[in-house]
């Protein structure tokens, strides 16, 4: 496309880029959601939220954390629906962990009791929408 606009080309740096983290540095299930930055995610957590959100999603509490503060999550739809696609693939669509989702968003973003309930019913609402025909 450079070439096209009659300017240079930009040499390819793709090889540079590590794309997965080691193994032995990250926990399972984040290196392939997170490619390098699982061992970020792993390094700024405390052990404590190295632990799933709740026994019906594997997701991590750290997960969250990275999520606000790196990927531009502000609302519990961001995470649950669209970064971790918790509504696909935890048998309760998610439901079960938006309180706990909530409740870590509105530490980093702020928020009360009434921003963490909107939030929540925002994406019940969401999950309404889209279980209609």
């Known amino acids: 496309v450079l070439r096209r606009q009659g300017r240079p080309a930009i040499p390819c ?7 997965f983290a080691p193994r032995e540095e990250a926990l399972p299930g984040l290196a392939k959601a997170y490619g390098s930055e699982a ?3 792993v390094r700024r957590a405390r052990p404590e939220d190295l632990r799933p959100i709740d026994d019906s ?3 991590l509490i750290a997960e969250i954390d990275y999520c606000v503060q790196s990927e531009a999550c502000v609302r519990v739809t961001d995470f649950l629906s669209r970064r971790t696609r918790a509504v696909l693939f935890v048998p309760d669509q998610g439901r079960k962990s938006a309180e706990t989702v ?3 968003m509105a530490l980093h973003l702020g928020g009360d009791a ?3 309930r909107r939030q929540i019913e925002a994406f019940e609402s969401e999950l309404e929408r889209h279980a209609e025909p």
């Open 39 to 41: 061992v970020e995610i």
């Open 114 to 116: 009434g921003e963490i």
């Open 102 to 104: 909530a409740r870590r």
């Open 13 to 19: 740096r793709t090889h540079q880029i590590d794309l």
């Open 57 to 59: 999603n594997p997701h």
